[in-house]
């Protein structure tokens, strides 16, 4: 899929940034909040809820690149979607966890190991 970009195909999507914008908003808002919608819909609560939220913000990733690629899609505005969906996710999934499911996943080295050697 690479080598069939150029810097043109790049420079042309680079001049519509609302549509990289939308599809941001639709990874890290609409998708979330449709997926918590259904979640209590089902009745669903706690980690259950959470998952499916979650889920429901995951981006597209490679395979969407190679969809557009098979398709005959705009591959470059694919590539910098999955770009700015996996740049944006280090920063939106604690936000998307801490105001719409209400709580924070603890991590880093003040955590617990899951394994002990003791």
């Known amino acids: 899929m690479g080598i069939t970009l150029t ?5 042309r999507v680079f001049q519509k940034p ?10 890290y808002v609409m998708m979330p909040g449709v997926a918590m919608l259904l979640g209590n819909l089902m009745g669903l609560n706690g980690p259950l809820l959470a998952g499916l939220v979650l889920v ?3 981006n597209g990733g490679q395979a969407s690149n190679l ?13 910098l ?6 740049i ?21 080295a003040h ?8």
């Not at 810097?7 to 420079?11: A, T, V, Y």
């Not at 979607?81 to 996996?86: G, L, P, Y």
């Open 7 to 11: 810097l043109d195909d790049f420079k």
């Open 18 to 27: 609302g549509v990289v914008g939308l599809g941001f908003i639709a990874c």
């Open 56 to 58: 429901g913000s995951i």
């Open 67 to 79: 969809c557009a690629y098979i398709a005959r899609g705009d591959v470059a505005l694919s590539v």
């Open 81 to 86: 979607m999955t770009t700015a969906t996996t």
């Open 88 to 108: 944006g996710c280090i920063f939106m999934t604690p936000l998307i966890c801490k105001y719409a499911l209400g709580s924070v996943v603890a991590a880093g």
């Open 111 to 118: 955590t617990r190991p899951l394994l002990s050697s003791t």
